[in-house]
């Protein structure tokens, strides 16, 4: 067997060591490799591909509730960060800084963004004057830097990419209502197109955004058992419109400050993907985002059978160009190296075509996700295919809805909770009194945070004492430990 046979099998068994896997997964399926500068990635065309497909997902999703995009600047003067204390002091620690440029020292240091709240801030102030101006709702696709101290592809990386909204509002309540409605597009895109279930509510006032009134977020479970922030959502109220001075005449004719709203979602998306998903034999690309939703994988082992099979491919093509994504592996590796191949990208559907299939008209399809079979006519391939993709789709889903409910607990009992953590992992739903010292305390003795106050909560409010202080409980809490 030489060394391209043996490309699946090197892949470490996921259970036997998972962050080794995922690593693996990465680099072998090419989504991403390591840059020369520590902490950060180079994507590559497949990985960037899966990027492109999220981005287009979301782009829609956020025009359809009136979002604009637009782009700010990749420097930001330091007096900006330093108007909003908050603010920078939650970045401090990871904020890159630019102090000479062109040979020269500069007058005053710029930061490499981390976040771009401070330079949309300054732009709002100068665009906003009357009532009449807002709502603004604008939405950038960019980088940000972050310097991180421990990082991994994808998820943690001292550069990545994202998308981040900034909205400008009249009031608290229309801040509120974007903020939730943001979330919510979050939520529908990773159920409906990432295949990923979630959890979404409230941050606690420990784990929200620097600078905010309130975060949201949603919340996802990776295979391994911990728990994963998949996208973000905040009202940052009068916070920055203050430092920045983002005022507008109001109807009555007062002066009176924006609320105002910032939202992300990044390329650890397809961290998420890979984790939910992958399995034994490497990714598994829900069809919505994959970059290939087919491969047409042909057989002959004569040359006079080549002829015949890629006589077919061509109509095959023809049938298929515009109604989905796919590829067709021509190359000279063998078919078994090209099933494997195509397993360890996940590509959600085998189409596989010899001369017997050639002889009777049809194709045989292979689901990625259990391998089950399918003789299909060439003739109704058309209708087929894309009914298949999406029992794919579903399927994907449901699976991982099945292993989050196995692998989410229920206790009243603090001993059992910190077993429940050591032990499983997962989520551990828990009767809470929202108090910011418990919350460090679980932390430092479990590593657990607190990812999520749910919005689903018990009808009729919450009965019973907190998990941690004994006080009455005043809502349901999600831990776990997280990437």
Request: hydrophobic content about 40%.
């Amino acid at each position: 067997m030489d060394e391209k046979e043996k490309y699946v099998e090197e892949l470490v068994d996921l259970e036997d060591d998972y962050s080794k896997w995922y690593n693996q997964v990465v680099r072998k399926a090419e989504l991403a490799d390591y840059a020369p500068v520590r902490g950060c990635m180079i994507i590559r065309p497949y990985g960037y591909a899966i990027w492109e497909n999220i981005q287009g997902l979301l782009d829609r999703r956020f025009k359809e509730t009136g979002v604009v995009n637009a782009y700010f600047p990749l420097f930001i003067p330091r007096s900006f960060l330093e108007k909003e204390a908050e603010h920078v002091e939650g970045f401090a620690p990871e904020v890159a800084w630019v102090t000479r440029g062109g040979g020269e020292e500069l007058e005053e240091p710029l930061a490499v963004r981390p976040t771009s709240e401070t330079i949309i801030g300054h732009s709002y102030a100068k665009w906003v004057q009357s009532y009449r101006d807002l709502p603004l709702l604008i939405n950038q696709w960019n980088n940000v830097v972050r310097w991180e101290k421990r990082t991994a592809l994808f998820l943690r990386t001292s550069e990545f990419l994202w998308q981040e909204g900034h909205t400008a509002h009249r009031t608290l309540e229309e801040a509120e209502e974007r903020t939730q409605m943001m979330l919510e597009v979050y939520r529908s895109f990773a159920e409906e197109d990432a295949a990923i279930p979630v959890i979404a509510g409230r941050k606690s006032e420990n784990e929200k955004f620097a600078g905010a009134l309130r975060t949201y977020s949603i919340e996802a479970l990776m295979g391994d058992g911990k728990a994963l922030q998949a996208g973000t959502s905040h009202n940052l109220a009068h916070n920055f419109a203050k430092g920045f001075d983002i005022q507008f005449l109001d109807s009555d004719g007062q002066r009176k400050y924006c609320a105002t709203t910032s939202w992300g979602m990044s390329t650890r998306m397809i961290g998420a993907l890979i984790m939910v998903h992958g399995d034994k034999s490497g990714l598994m690309l829900p069809p919505r985002i994959a970059p290939y939703q087919a491969v047409i994988v042909p057989i002959w082992r004569k040359d006079k059978d080549k002829e015949v099979v890629m006589g077919a491919l061509e109509r095959l093509e023809k049938i298929l160009k515009g109604k989905v994504r796919f590829k067709t592996d021509v190359s000279e590796n063998t078919p078994g190296w090209k099933f494997n191949e195509w397993e360890m990208r996940g590509v959600p559907v085998r189409i596989e075509i010899g001369p017997r299939d050639v002889q009777n008209n049809s194709v045989v399809l292979v689901r990625r996700d259990n391998r089950a079979k399918e003789i299909v006519s060439i003739d109704a391939l058309e209708t087929r295919l894309p009914e298949l993709l999406e029992e794919v789709q579903q399927a994907m889903y449901q699976r991982a809805v099945e292993f989050r409910e196995k692998n989410t607990y229920y206790t009243e009992d603090y001993e059992e909770f910190k077993q429940i953590i050591a032990e499983k992992r997962g989520f551990v739903r828990v009767k809470w009194a929202e108090d910011s010292e418990a919350e460090k305390a679980i932390k430092e003795e479990t590593k657990a945070t607190l990812r999520v106050i749910p919005f689903d909560q018990p009808e009729g409010g919450v009965k019973g004492k907190c998990i941690y202080t004994g006080k009455p409980a005043t809502c349901e809490a999600v831990f776990a430990r997280a990437y």
